[in-house]
């Protein structure tokens, strides 16, 4: 079962705050984030945003592990996710 979630979200700045998702409880899988309005974003909007920080679980990932994946317009977080933790994950 493929649980595709998408939507939009923008900031006019950094006072706007912090967006929080709620992810089902997973034993495999992967997250990615998708960019809008073009088919090639996922450099700029992503891996080059410095004012971008992405955390998983409370943890900040590292951006160097971050891949453009499947397409110009996504990036992968993590090739894989941590499996020993129980319940849902922000």
Not at 14 to 39: H, N, R, Y
Not at 58 to 77: A, M
């Amino acid at each position: 079962r493929h649980l595709d979630q998408c939507g939009g979200l923008s900031a006019t700045s950094s006072e706007d705050g912090t967006a929080v998702f709620q992810l089902p409880e997973m034993e495999v899988g992967l997250v990615a984030i998708c960019g809008c309005c073009g088919k090639d974003v996922a450099r700029t909007m992503f891996l080059q945003n410095e004012f971008l920080e992405i955390s998983y679980n409370g943890i900040v990932l590292d951006r160097t592990k971050w891949d453009i994946f499947p397409n110009n317009k996504c990036v992968r977080l993590q090739e894989k996710f941590p499996t020993e933790l129980a319940g849902q994950a922000y």
